[in-house]
């Protein structure tokens, strides 16, 4: 976990706050940590943050929301184009 944790921080994903300093009416979304033992013995631990505690229209924008995915074929479609060019 500290290995996850200290990623975490290098990265910039989030920096610890104290509670003292967070204005009352805020919405303080906890997390929780997930453990997977590996094939090889090891354990990787993640950091999940419960945003099931945050309501639409209140704390986010629901309309400014997007997680682009693809498939397979689009992926191959573009490679194929690619190379005729």
């Known amino acids: 976990m500290e290995e996850e944790n200290d990623r975490m921080i290098k990265k910039k994903v989030w920096k610890p706050v104290d509670r003292d300093s967070v204005p009352k009416d805020a919405n303080i979304i906890d997390s929780t940590w997930v453990m997977k033992k590996k094939y090889n013995g090891t354990y990787r631990a993640t950091m999940n943050a419960r945003g099931f505690k945050q309501v639409e229209g209140r704390h986010f924008d629901g ?19 690619m190379l005729m060019a």
């Open 63 to 81: 309309k400014s929301l997007a997680a682009p995915v693809t498939n397979d074929a689009s992926i191959r479609m573009m490679f194929t184009l």
